[in-house]
Antibody
Framework: EVQLVQSGAEVKKPGESLKISCKGSGYSFTSYWIGWVRQMPGKGLEWMGIIYPGDSDTRYSPSFQGQVTISADKSISTAYLQWSSLKASDTAMYYC????????????????WGQGTLVTVSS | DIQMTQSPSTLSASVGDRVTITCRASQSISSWLAWYQQKPGKAPKLLIYKASSLESGVPSRFSGSGSGTEFTLTISSLQPDDFATYYCQQYNSYPSLTFGGGTKVEIK
């Protein structure tokens, strides 16, 4: 059974750094892309970026390029989402996702989702 | 960027009703559209991909149709477990991989 298990909720102050994690199991972690989707309180869904753990190829949504860093440690089948300096506007639920890359399209949809990590940034 | 507009934003329905949700794209996306269901406090769940392909394990009362710029998600007979928010997502145009704003299906 494919599972994406995320780290727990975080409460941080503006300016602090943070790294949240997502552990994949039940499939070959290095053979599939893995990514992150943001959901701000009461709002819709936004894709942030994806990484291919096999070779660390990483792609970001233009909206999030330079704002976050996505990485992966294939030795422990874990992907990460990292901020160097949090803002109050980073308060959101963050979902780890497994994209399904479609050969005939340039994009992808998401077949598996983690349970979400709630990040709260408040002074 | 391709904009995805869902309607209605909220829908009130009763158990057993046939429910239809519409998703319109600002430009053609061929059939590169997915539908997700999200219940309160839970992660979204994939229902439909490529506009009309049912994800494994999803009940057959869910169906999708459309191509180009107009798409629909239909629930043939609404069940108590179906009260949730539904999102469409286009995946035609990387890096613009946009979701619709969501449709909340409420109990009438």
């Amino acid at each position: 059974e494919v599972q994406l298990v995320q780290s727990g909720a975080e409460v941080k102050k503006p300016g602090e750094s943070l790294k949240i994690s997502c552990k994949g199991s039940g499939y070959s972690f290095t053979s599939y892309w893995i990514g992150w989707v943001r959901q701000m309180p009461g709002k819709g869904l936004e894709w942030m970026g994806i990484i291919y753990p096999g070779d660390s190829d990483t792609r970001y949504s233009p909206s999030f390029q330079g704002q976050v860093t996505i990485s992966a440690d294939k030795s422990i089948s874990t992907a990460y989402l990292q901020w160097s300096s949090l803002k109050a506007s980073d308060t959101a639920m963050y979902y780890c996702v497994r994209p399904v890359v479609v050969a005939d399209s340039s994009g992808y949809y998401y077949d598996y989702w983690g349970q979400g990590t709630l990040v709260t940034v408040s002074s | 960027d391709i904009q995805m507009t869902q309607s209605p934003s909220t829908l009130s329905a009763s158990v057993g009703d046939r429910v239809t949700i519409t998703c319109r794209a600002s430009q053609s996306i061929s059939s590169w559209l997915a539908w997700y269901q999200q219940k309160p406090g839970k992660a979204p769940k994939l229902l439909i991909y490529k506009a009309s392909s049912l994800e494994s394990g999803v009940p057959s009362r869910f169906s999708g149709s459309g191509s180009g710029t107009e798409f629909t998600l239909t629930i043939s007979s609404l069940q108590p477990d179906d009260f949730a928010t539904y999102y469409c997502q286009q995946y035609n145009s990387y890096p613009s991989l946009t979701f619709g704003g969501g449709t909340k299906v409420e109990i009438k």
